[in-house]
């Protein structure tokens, strides 16, 4: 079984989470059921600090003069300790600001998470690991798999552009829920269109259908199926202003 020293320097972290030293012992023993880290059984300490010790140390170990949210320090000598996988820091400061659109035990999960998969020798900055480091971050979160119902993805890092977690939308309580996960695709019946010629030439028909019902039913269309494009809600709202003040104004 892993072990976790739980080491609190900066008392806010008290009043986030009670008894911070038994919320992480049962939290390793949930992530340790994962198919990635089965076998793992190590120890490592969890240093629960301020924003101001993370910039010394950061400095001090990493040579960047700046805060910054988890650090993680490897146990590189291997001779004194086989079992000691090393060290994670968590800035409290960090955590929560980044729990204004979430939660503090979410934030605090993701980060502390993060850093212990590191010491077992996870790299985000490789694109398998990455996906790996992701998946085993969200089934931390109290049964949700992300932090809210739609989570946009648009690099290259993974195979889908959005997932939906249909749990979020009623706030329920359990330990299981349902994703779906969006891809995209010029094949078969799509969901957004896409900016080929066949949709284009489409585009243009749909355009005279609308400037036929402007001009004979006073019937204006606008934001995102007006202009054939995936708006965001601020660009569909705002064309919508620009034309109202365009054409009536």
């Known amino acids: 079984m892993t072990k976790v020293n739980v080491i609190i320097d900066f008392s806010k972290w008290n009043k986030k989470i009670s008894e911070p030293k038994n919320y992480i012992k049962k939290k390793v023993r949930k992530i340790k059921r994962n198919k990635f880290l089965k076998g793992n059984n190590k120890e490592f300490s969890l240093f629960l600090t301020s924003s101001k010790k993370m910039k010394n140390l950061n400095f001090k170990f990493?040579?960047?003069?700046?805060?910054?949210?988890?650090?993680?320090?490897?146990?590189?000598?291997?001779?004194?300790?086989?079992?000691?996988?090393?060290?994670?820091?968590?800035?409290?400061?960090?955590?929560?600001?980044?729990?204004?659109?979430?939660?503090?035990?979410?934030?605090?999960?993701r980060m502390w998470v993060h850093g212990y998969l590191h010491l077992l020798g996870f790299d985000h900055k490789k694109n398998k690991d990455f996906a790996k480091m992701s998946k085993i971050e969200k089934k931390m979160n109290y049964g949700f798999y992300q932090p809210?119902?739609?989570v946009n993805y648009p690099g290259k890092e993974v195979p889908y552009t959005r997932i939906i977690e249909y749990k979020h939308f009623l706030n329920q309580e359990s330990p299981h829920t349902v994703i779906v996960s969006e891809t995209t695709n010029d094949h078969g019946e799509p969901y957004y269109p896409v900016p080929n010629k066949k949709n284009m030439d489409l585009y243009q028909r749909y355009q005279k259908l609308a400037e036929h019902e402007q001009?004979?039913?006073?019937?204006?269309?606008?934001?995102?199926?007006?202009?054939?494009?995936?708006?965001?809600m601020d660009q569909a709202i705002k064309n919508a202003i620009n034309f109202f003040e365009t054409k009536f104004l």
Do not use: M, W
């Not at 003069?65 to 291997?78: A, E, G, I």
């Open 62 to 109: 990493k040579n960047k003069n700046k805060s910054t949210d988890v650090l993680s320090f490897p146990n590189n000598d291997k001779f004194l300790n086989t079992d000691y996988l090393g060290d994670v820091a968590i800035n409290f400061e960090i955590v929560d600001k980044r729990s204004k659109d979430t939660n503090f035990n979410y934030e605090f999960d």
């Open 148 to 150: 809210c119902a739609a």
């Open 215 to 232: 001009t004979h039913s006073g019937i204006y269309f606008v934001g995102r199926l007006a202009n054939y494009k995936y708006f965001n």
